[in-house]
């Protein structure tokens, strides 16, 4: 058997406890980087090594094999383990032999029904889930699932402890999302892109990207699969090597880009979700926001994809669509609960527990403190709200909208489509004037 971390074994301890205490359903709560795959899989080894059956759920097909060979390599006795897509064990489960236990891997989906069928078709299993973010998008906790949380060491406890990286938040432009509508409870994808055309928020990626960045991989998150195939194509007009990958890439070209990434001659990676709850990628140094959300857990993976801990190692994250302003810092101590949303109950609103400042100068944005600890900008003495500092982004965003009054002043791929488009040119228009100034 590998070595555990003292508060992986904590954790693990945790569930051993709480079904002694009669609970059927715990939920180990620990943060994105924490380990929480060796932990499952030891878990799972403890349970497989007695000849009891394991079921383990996930929820999307390629983390099918990835798990797999953490299992293996852990000494997992795969003889008992099934690992399988939830959609495929519900359809399935009449087939299934019956386990002792199962194991929910991105335990914050278990309220979905194709879950709740499998938990119910086998009633005597004990049951334990692992997640960094034990909520619903609607505030509520997970109670009608699990009855017990084992919440581990905090985000800031692994910073500190050099088990991921500090990180340095930046957030050059705010996205105005007033008058977005809302869909199945995220922004709606269609009207978020037209907003980052109208605001012109492209051209300002790969500014600030050089500006914060320059020469370190990146990891993209946009809003649609038209979005990250056209930052990659401006990135790459930019001179800056970069892909697009999405869930409809074919397995192998996915593989080949993802192997371009790890060698580094891909510098920076575009996605939508993809790259996001357990899925596999080589360590970055920068997560570039474009995807504005309502989820908590799509924030905090999303973000801190690039805080994998190396000696040296300083994470960025460039925030351009104003998560921060929902949700506060990654690092940000939270306070879990299982109690569900009742009928009635106000959604809670993560803006009254967020207490970050944004440099006015910088665009650094941090816990509240007297002066940036980037530039050392002295911020008024009356503090500020978050509603307050969202106007004063909003103003400088229109500084940084590209309202250019002849082509001769467009500087970039970015710049040309955007002048194209104002002025309803073609965008081959944009590509041979790019073409002909030897930006591409």
Same mark, same amino acid.
């Given at each position: 058997?590998?070595?555990?971390?003292?508060?992986?074994?904590?954790?693990?301890?945790?569930?051993?406890? *709480?079904?002694?205490? %009669?609970?059927?359903?715990?939920? #180990?709560? !620990?943060?994105? @980087? =924490?380990?929480?795959? &060796?932990?499952?899989?030891?878990?799972?080894?403890?349970?497989?090594v007695?000849?009891?059956?394991?079921?383990?759920?996930?929820?999307?097909?390629?983390?099918?094999d990835q798990?797999?060979?953490?299992f293996?390599w852990?000494g997992?006795?795969?003889?008992?383990?099934?690992?399988?897509?939830?959609?495929?064990a519900?359809?399935?489960?009449?087939?299934?032999?019956?386990?002792?236990?199962?194991?929910?891997d991105?335990?914050?989906?278990?309220?979905?029904?194709?879950y709740?069928?499998?938990?119910?078709a086998?009633?005597? *299993?004990?049951?334990? %889930?692992?997640?960094?973010?034990? #909520?619903? !998008?609607?505030? @509520? =906790?997970?109670?009608d &699932?699990?009855?017990?949380l084992?919440?581990?060491?905090?985000?800031?406890?692994l910073?500190?402890?050099?088990?991921?990286?500090?990180?340095?938040?930046?957030?050059?432009?705010?996205?105005?999302l007033?008058?977005?509508h809302?869909?199945r409870?995220?922004?709606d994808?269609?009207?978020?892109?037209?907003?980052?055309?109208?605001?012109?928020?492209?051209?300002?990626?790969?500014?600030?990207?050089?500006?914060?960045?320059a020469?370190?991989?990146?990891?993209?998150?946009?809003?649609?699969?038209?979005h990250?195939?056209a930052? *990659?194509?401006?990135?790459?007009?930019?001179?800056?090597?970069?892909?697009?990958?999405? @869930?409809?890439?074919?397995?192998?070209?996915?593989?080949?880009?993802?192997?371009g990434?790890?060698?580094?001659?891909?510098?920076?990676?575009?996605?939508?979700?993809?790259?996001?709850?357990?899925f596999?990628v080589?360590?970055?140094?920068?997560?570039?926001?474009?995807?504005?959300?309502?989820?908590?857990?799509?924030?905090?993976?999303?973000?801190m994809?690039?805080?994998?801990?190396?000696?040296?190692?300083?994470?960025?994250?460039?925030?351009?669509?104003g998560?921060?302003?929902?949700?506060?810092?990654?690092?940000?101590?939270?306070?879990?609960?299982?109690?569900?949303?009742?009928?009635?109950?106000?959604?809670a609103?993560?803006?009254?527990?967020?207490?970050?400042?944004?440099?006015?100068?910088?665009?650094?944005?941090?816990?509240?403190?007297?002066?940036?600890?980037?530039?050392?900008?002295?911020y008024?003495?009356?503090?500020?709200?978050?509603?307050e500092?969202?106007?004063?982004?909003?103003?400088?965003?229109?500084?940084?909208v590209l309202?250019?009054?002849?082509?001769?002043?467009?500087?970039?791929?970015?710049?040309?489509?955007?002048?194209?488009?104002?002025?309803n040119?073609?965008?081959?228009?944009?590509?041979f004037?790019?073409?002909k100034?030897?930006?591409?």
């Open positions: 058997m590998k070595n555990l971390r003292p508060y992986q074994i904590e954790l693990i301890d945790g569930v051993k406890q *709480a079904y002694k205490e %009669g609970f059927r359903s715990p939920c #180990i709560v !620990l943060g994105c @980087g =924490g380990g929480k795959s &060796v932990i499952v899989a030891e878990i799972a080894r403890r349970t497989t007695k000849g009891n059956r394991v079921l383990f759920l996930v929820h999307r097909q390629e983390l099918c798990i797999k060979e953490t293996q852990w997992v006795d795969m003889r008992y383990c099934r690992i399988m897509m939830v959609q495929t519900a359809r399935r489960i009449k087939k299934l032999k019956t386990p002792q236990l199962i194991i929910t991105e335990n914050h989906h278990c309220l979905a029904a194709s709740r069928k499998i938990y119910e086998f009633p005597e *299993a004990k049951c334990v %889930g692992v997640t960094a973010t034990p #909520i619903r !998008l609607n505030g @509520g =906790g997970l109670g &699932v699990n009855d017990k084992i919440t581990g060491v905090s985000t800031k406890w910073i500190e402890n050099r088990f991921l990286a500090p990180f340095d938040y930046y957030a050059p432009s705010l996205m105005d007033d008058g977005v809302t869909k409870g995220e922004y994808t269609t009207e978020v892109v037209e907003k980052l055309n109208r605001d012109a928020i492209y051209g300002d990626v790969i500014s600030y990207y050089r500006k914060l960045s020469g370190k991989q990146a990891i993209c998150y946009c809003t649609s699969i038209t990250s195939e930052m *990659a194509v401006q990135f790459n007009a930019a001179g800056i090597r970069a892909a697009h990958i999405d @869930g409809t890439t074919d397995k192998l070209e996915r593989k080949r880009i993802v192997e990434f790890k060698r580094g001659s891909i510098m920076v990676l575009c996605n939508v979700d993809l790259i996001s709850e357990g596999n080589p360590d970055c140094n920068t997560a570039i926001l474009l995807r504005p959300t309502k989820s908590l857990t799509l924030f905090i993976q999303q973000s994809r690039c805080m994998r801990y190396q000696p040296g190692k300083r994470a960025v994250i460039i925030d351009h669509v998560n921060y302003t929902r949700f506060g810092l990654p690092d940000q101590d939270r306070v879990w609960k299982l109690d569900p949303k009742k009928k009635g109950d106000k959604i609103k993560e803006e009254e527990s967020v207490k970050v400042r944004q440099c006015p100068e910088c665009f650094y944005t941090h816990e509240p403190e007297p002066a940036c600890p980037r530039c050392g900008f002295v008024p003495v009356r503090e500020r709200t978050i509603e500092i969202k106007e004063a982004k909003l103003e400088i965003i229109k500084g940084f309202d250019y009054q002849s082509p001769d002043e467009c500087q970039t791929m970015g710049e040309l489509l955007e002048y194209a488009r104002k002025n040119y073609k965008r081959g228009w944009a590509f004037q790019a073409k100034r030897g930006i591409i």
